[in-house]
């Protein structure tokens, strides 16, 4: 490989298109992603990086660059992330969502962490790769695909289902990194790093509860509003069953021996035990940690509620939308019928509006899994890296239909309050952590790839 890398030249770099993807506004729905593609299009071509601008829809993009290997040894590997964001409320933020200014040691900005942060870090190590392994005579082993991706945030309509129906030769990979995983800050310090490998099925629900319409001048028993209201109350308060998946078994034994808070330590412990006893009582304990507790069960979430058509008239119906993720091979038909037992009305109706489909697990020991691994031992040793079982949803899930060993993790350390900010308001992720990130893009893509 050639001469030593300027870090904290490279960081800066970093910082520099990632401001400038920032201040490109790609919110989704409309997405607008086009622009994007075309900066990181021109910044690839001027390296010398072949790629591939492609326009699902107007104003929407895909954009796959790729290094070559020679020769050949194993089959390609992708880096991947989106370049739409979610939306914002302006007069909730501190800062321009859109200016991706530096405060207090802080990049602000929408997309700063999901997922611009990681499109910059990506493209960061693109550009590393080309110029000090292929440009300064060195070999890739495997060829280096870059993806990004439009409609993430959306409907997916024009997103990775688009590109792998209609150009899957273009990203052929064996493994891919993407976001859903954490690595995760506390004190001041690195305490763990977890990496995506599955994840739960998004689907969403309909209660509809049905009533006795009239004049609101007169109160009516059996008011269909009350009785949706009785319903979700009932709905958010059921707890599904405990049930562990060897993803999130091998996560809990991971941070059993590490985690600092004695009573989650052995709260952890207890549910990878495989002991019945034991796994209750741990599930127990950890229901105080809402993200751990999500791990363990199937979540049912109420988000929308429909009712009425004027402030003086008792609707005949209300309804009552959820938000279910299943964990893999659980059924939706149980979970249906344990709901129903919970709201125990017969006037309200549960109903599938629309389900997701459930992918398999990437494996946790495969060489991916080991240069991500090993990467971060190469910066910050004694760190675990353990497999998670992600509640959200990602583009991987797509991949891992396909074949692909798809594994998620955003590669800047993030406290929890700063990972809250991520669809909420003055979403930042610091200097420091951009500086771990481009590293660490490096180490990953330099075990995997780099003969």
């Known amino acids: 490989m050639g001469e030593a890398i300027d870090w904290e030249g490279a960081l800066w770099e970093c910082i520099a298109h990632l401001q400038a993807l920032i201040r490109m506004d790609t919110v989704n729905p409309p997405g607008r992603e086009l622009g994007v593609a075309r900066y990181l299009d021109d910044v690839l071509r001027g390296a010398g990086i072949q790629t591939t601008l492609l326009e699902p829809a107007p104003g929407r993009a895909a954009l796959v660059a790729r290094l070559k290997s020679s020769p050949k040894v194993g089959r390609p590997v992708m880096m991947m992330a989106h370049m739409d964001v979610v939306g914002v409320e302006r007069e909730r933020w501190t800062t321009n969502p859109f200016g991706g200014e530096i405060l207090d040691g802080y990049l602000y900005g929408r997309g700063a962490i999901d997922d611009k942060g990681m499109l910059a870090v990506n493209l960061q190590t693109m550009l590393l790769l080309n110029e000090h392994v292929v440009r300064a005579g060195g070999k890739l082993n495997r060829d280096v695909i870059f993806l990004a991706t439009s409609d993430e945030e959306a409907s997916g309509e024009f997103g990775i289902d688009w590109v792998l129906t209609r150009h899957p030769q273009l990203i052929q990979a064996e493994f891919a990194l993407n976001e859903g995983g954490r690595l995760r800050e506390s004190n001041g310090k690195l305490s763990y790093a977890a990496v995506q490998c599955g994840e739960k099925v998004a689907n969403v629900l309909r209660l509809t509860a049905s009533g006795t319409p009239g004049h609101a001048s007169i109160p009516i028993p059996g008011n269909a509003v009350v009785r949706l209201a009785r319903a979700v109350v009932a709905a958010a308060a059921h707890h599904e069953p405990v049930v562990l998946t060897p993803i999130s078994t091998r996560f809990f034994a991971g941070l059993a021996d590490f985690w600092p808070d004695r009573k989650v330590r052995t709260a952890m412990a207890d549910v990878s035990s495989g002991d019945a006893a034991r796994v209750a009582s741990g599930a127990r304990a950890l229901e105080a940690h809402p993200s751990f507790d999500a791990m363990l069960r199937n979540g049912i979430s109420p988000t929308m509620l429909s009712a009425g058509v004027r402030a003086n008239v008792i609707p005949a119906e209300a309804t009552a939308t959820l938000n279910v993720r299943l964990l893999p091979g659980q059924s939706m038909e149980a979970l249906i019928a344990r709901l129903n037992a919970a709201i125990d009305d017969p006037k309200v109706q549960v109903t599938v509006e629309s389900a997701g489909e459930e992918s398999p697990p990437s494996p946790d020991d495969t060489p991916m899994f080991a240069a991500i691994r090993d990467g971060l031992a190469a910066i910050a040793p004694g760190v675990p890296t353990v497999p998670f079982l992600s509640t959200g949803a990602t583009d991987s899930a ?53 003969a």
């Open 398 to 450: 797509s991949l891992r239909k396909t074949g692909v060993k798809a594994y998620g993790l955003l590669p800047f350390p993030l406290t929890e309050p700063d990972e809250s900010r991520m669809h909420g308001h003055d979403e930042r992720v610091k200097v420091s952590s951009l500086q771990f990130a481009v590293r660490l893009g490096w180490e990953i893509f330099r075990r995997i790839a780099v």
